[in-house]
């Protein structure tokens, strides 16, 4: 009688294991796998430009690139819900959090044009590698949470110099220096040539062609100008419509009409709300890009 009971206790728990499977086969079948989902389309023609961010918080050969929403900005519940998508942790401490988000929520939520493989350049504007995609995260850390794509470059040592990086490059590079240039009395020349007043800031970049133009990027209080001086003419080629300052600016040696386009950091004075924008020149004036894109 024993017997019986156990051999009938193997055929019930044979038949429940091949259930499972069944069940389980089913489930896959119906839901894409990671494998056929990619985020990237071979036909791009946008190209990408962007900081490079490394983890402060942890040694590694990985660096990331903050990411867009497809559908531009998204509510806080929508924002919760694609951060509790996460289903593994890749590190962790007392302050951060990096989190996978998987391919198939990354695929619908996020913009990937141009940042399949990126190019990665210092301070010069001099190539150094080229990195390629690992993954998506969700970072969780003590200033303030952002999606990201990861990469690992070809030479990891050279990451380190990275200053930014340019996805989908198809521009050959014209490169001309920007010298970096402390002039307090070409500051206090634009703001009264052009009839800017301040009550609170007043802070200048300058930086010197080989030509012998110079180009300021000014914070004045809460609006933030870039000038163009040459032969002692002031054109104002950008100036916000917002609240913001520049705490950042490199320019990158891609030329849209006969000037580069120009990365920038900034910030709403007296918070901490950052972000990077590419400003391209329209033949007239320096506009916002859209997602940091350029048209090819």
Same mark, same amino acid.
């Given at each position: ?40 389309? *071979? ?26 929403? =497809? !559908? ?12 509790? *998508? ?10 951060? +959090? +990096?989190?996978? &988000?998987?391919?198939? &929520? ?86 009264? =040539? ?13 930086? $010197?062609?080989?030509?012998? +133009? ?22 104002? $080629?950008?100036?916000? =419509? ?18 580069? &386009? ?15 924008? $590419? ?8 506009? *916002? *890009?859209? +997602? !940091?894109?350029?048209?090819?």
């Amino acid at each position: 009688m024993k017997v019986q009971f156990n051999i009938l206790l193997i055929i019930i728990v044979l038949f429940g294991s091949c259930a499972s499977k069944q069940t389980k086969a089913r489930e896959e079948q119906s839901m894409p796998s990671a494998g056929n989902i990619s985020l990237f389309d *071979s036909n791009d023609a946008d190209s990408y430009v962007g900081f490079v961010y490394r983890y402060y918080f942890q040694k590694t050969d990985e660096f990331y690139v903050e990411l867009y929403f =497809k !559908q531009g900005e998204v509510d806080e519940d929508e924002y919760s819900k694609i951060a509790g *998508s996460v289903d593994s942790t890749i590190f962790k401490d007392e302050e951060n +959090r +990096r989190s996978r &988000v998987p391919l198939k &929520v990354a695929y619908q939520q996020f913009d990937f044009r141009g940042m399949e493989t990126l190019s990665l350049f210092d301070k010069n504007n001099t190539f150094l590698t080229q990195a390629h995609f690992v993954r998506v995260e969700y970072l969780d850390q003590n200033i303030s949470p952002v999606f990201t794509a990861v990469y690992k470059a070809d030479n990891p040592r050279l990451t380190e110099k990275a200053l930014y990086c340019v996805g989908n490059l198809k521009d050959k590079f014209v490169t001309e220096n920007y010298i970096s240039n402390q002039d307090s009395a070409l500051t206090q020349e634009i703001e009264q =040539k052009l009839g800017y007043t301040h009550r609170y800031t007043l802070e200048g970049k300058h930086f $010197l062609t080989k030509d012998n +133009r110079s180009i300021s990027a000014l914070n004045i209080d809460s609006t933030a100008v870039i000038v163009e001086k040459k032969h002692e003419q002031l054109d104002c $080629l950008y100036k916000s =419509k917002v609240s913001e300052n520049i705490f950042d600016i490199v320019f990158v040696p891609i030329i849209r009409n006969s000037r580069p &386009v120009i990365l920038t950091k900034k910030v709403v004075p007296d918070t901490d709300v950052v972000w990077d924008d $590419l400003l391209i020149f329209d033949g007239k004036q320096y506009q *916002s *890009s859209v +997602r !940091q894109r350029i048209k090819n």
